[in-house]
């Protein structure tokens, strides 16, 4: 029996990964709602660009073609890579008839599939064991956020591939020499991290130091192994920064400068509302070690999956499992270090320096990223988003995978191997029973997080609604009033008569008001505006109010003139209740009235019938 090169089960494996995970995200993409993704207008414009006219945006000249965000930012202004696949993309498939906003998912479907082909290749070479890097595989590839980014137009998907595409490589340079078309390669691998998103260039001071201790070309060849990574670096990216420097000048070739200028034309908040947590007195420590507002809980819950803008979470068995994964990932390489000090000591090393240098490298690789993600998030602004970490998800992966593989290889393990392998050796059969009951954990957890979570968010089970009367909010006085912010109120009998002086006006309720809700509330406003707007209603458990849609927030679009609004509001255990009448600066409101009604939800009855029976409507 002849046996297949071990590169070529390598290769073959890696491709029925990407195969596998493409099916099943074009899947994932087509069912899922467009809107349902974050920022995604402004992905989708800047994608829709590239297809619509066949080239990267120059600015100013093309604002006009342009959608800018409330920041007065446009993706055009950032790296390109997932832009530039996912309008390739489209422009391959546009004969389907699909509609845009389905095509242009295909590209982050397609980054994310290659991207867990090369986990599985990168984690085979590494550890030489194709079954760690198919649970390597599983353990992205299910990853509830990696699935949700994979079924979304992002940049996201960009990054994560990038990154992934340079570890890699790194891993070949551990293993081989940096031959001439190792040095290409891993040149395009770095221009690729740079087209792909900022979040991703936080791994290159990382990559550096693998590259200063692994790589060595072979003897005589140092030059035309730097020309042909410099070559690489400016096919997978570097031609973007000249792009930029050709049409904004030396001085700008990240566009960090018209960045700034266009801002400042197009933006459409307050920029003093753009704040970090050192605005509300916390240091950087209390922020990260004492875990202000559960900011590294948060995160890492964001990380694992708070899907849909961070409304849909998910729950324990998900949670816990890649918790566990980034846990013993970061604990072993502290662990290994004292276990090949002690050894030292004892004169009986036997630990390979290389491969424990390379894991510390991807263990501060995971620290700096967070470094920097809290650091920004402190100085700059608030947003715990956790997928700004992910670009960087292979190296806890791979460090939980080296400590399983050094768990198996040990003395005890190995007197209990026979009995937990089946399979023939004759024919080259072996299965790990414990490897195979641990990947159908993984796959068993997303199918969870699936039937439990997703599917009933977005496909809601059928329910009955029962509503009570509604009881009117007393609004011709302000005793229902505890505080107001930048706008100006005053109560007769028509209501409240409300002038914004900025477009963050805020009224704060006197928590008597919380005697009106209950679990469930419908809320009905009668309102009469100057302009439109949008309304928005918080609430809280005695914390600060926190803008999640659905969870602790709601809002409503209103037009100018008379406007009846309805808000449904599942309040619980009520402390703290705000209304912030609406976005616009110097706009009238007249709040004609305010009524809640408790609203009941229940699991529509099944009534088993057998026989119809007549006179019965259906």
């Not at 660009?49 to 950032?78: H, N, W």
């Not at 973007?240 to 000048?249: A, E, Q, S, T, V």
């Not at 960090?256 to 920029?271: E, R």
């Not at 791979?398 to 026979?418: G, Y």
Request: proline fraction near 5%.
């Amino acid at each position: 029996m002849v046996k297949p090169h071990p590169d070529y089960s390598a290769k073959k494996g890696a491709l029925l990964v990407f195969f596998a995970f493409l099916v099943y995200y074009l899947a994932t993409a087509t069912a899922l709602p467009y809107g349902a993704g974050p920022d995604y207008d402004a992905h989708f414009d800047g994608a829709r660009f590239i297809y619509a006219e066949g080239r990267l945006a120059v600015l100013p000249e093309d604002a006009s073609k342009l959608q800018f965000t409330a920041y007065g930012s446009t993706r055009a202004l950032r790296p390109p890579l997932s832009y530039l696949v996912a309008a390739t993309a489209a422009q391959g498939f546009s004969w389907t008839g699909i509609e845009l906003e389905m095509l242009f998912r295909i590209g982050s479907a397609l980054l994310c599939a290659l991207t867990l082909g090369l986990i599985f290749a990168a984690t085979n070479r590494y550890l030489d064991d194709r079954w760690l890097a198919l649970g390597a595989a599983l353990l992205v590839g299910l990853l509830p956020q990696f699935t949700f980014i994979a079924s979304h137009l992002n940049d996201d998907s960009a990054a994560i591939f990038s990154v992934t595409f340079l570890v890699y490589c790194l891993i070949r340079l551990l293993r081989e020499p940096a031959g001439p078309s190792l040095a290409l390669l891993t040149g395009i691998a770095l221009g690729l991290v740079i087209l792909s998103k900022f979040t991703a260039w936080l791994f290159l001071p990382v990559a550096g130091l693998a590259l200063v201790l692994f790589a060595r070309p072979p003897s005589g060849k140092w030059w035309r192994s730097l020309a042909l990574a410099g070559v690489g670096i400016m096919l997978g990216g570097g031609w973007w920064i000249g792009f930029n420097i050709w049409h904004y000048g030396w001085n700008d070739p990240l566009l960090f400068n018209i960045g700034k200028t266009l801002s400042a034309q197009f933006i459409k908040i307050d920029p003093d509302q753009v704040r970090g947590f050192a605005a509300e007195g916390v240091s950087f420590i209390d922020l990260v070690l004492g875990d202000y507002k559960n900011f590294v809980d948060e995160t890492l819950i964001a990380a694992i999956g708070n899907l849909d803008w961070l409304r849909l979470r998910l729950g324990l068995p998900q949670y816990s499992l890649y918790t566990f994964v980034l846990v013993v990932g970061i604990i072993y390489v502290p662990v290994r270090w004292c276990r090949a000090v002690l050894l030292g000591l004892r004169g009986r090393s036997q630990t390979d320096l290389r491969q424990l240098l390379f894991n510390s490298l991807l263990l501060l690789a995971i620290v700096f990223q967070f470094f920097v993600y809290a650091l920004y998030e402190w100085q700059k602004e608030v947003q715990v988003q956790g997928k700004y970490l992910l670009p960087i998800v292979i190296c806890p992966v791979i460090l939980f995978l080296s400590c399983v593989r050094d768990v198996s290889l040990s003395a005890p393990f190995r007197r209990w191997r026979p009995f937990l392998v089946f399979g023939s050796t004759l024919g080259g059969l072996r299965v790990p029973v414990l490897l195979v009951i641990a990947l159908g954990t993984v796959i068993a957890v997303h199918i969870d997080g699936l039937r439990r979570f997703v599917i009933p968010y977005y496909d809601p089970p059928a329910r009955v609604l029962g509503l009570a009367g509604f009881e009117p909010i007393d609004l011709t006085t302000t005793t229902a009033i505890a505080s107001t912010s930048n706008l100006e109120l005053t109560a007769d009998d028509s209501g409240w008569h409300i002038r914004t002086t900025t477009k963050d006006s805020q009224i704060e309720l006197d928590p008597s008001v919380c005697r009106y809700f209950q679990t469930n509330n419908l809320i009905r406003i009668h309102m009469h505006s100057s302009g439109p707007g949008t309304l928005q209603f918080f609430w809280s458990e005695g914390a600060g109010f926190a803008d999640r849609m659905g969870e602790s927030s709601t809002t409503a679009r209103f037009d100018s003139g008379e406007n009846t609004l309805m808000l449904a509001a599942g309040i619980g255990d009520c402390k703290r209740l705000r209304l912030d009448p609406t976005n616009e600066s110097d706009q009238h409101i007249v709040l004609r009235s305010v009524s809640v009604a408790p609203l009941s939800i229940t699991r529509k009855p099944y009534y088993f019938r057998v026989f119809k029976s007549r006179g019965i409507a259906d």
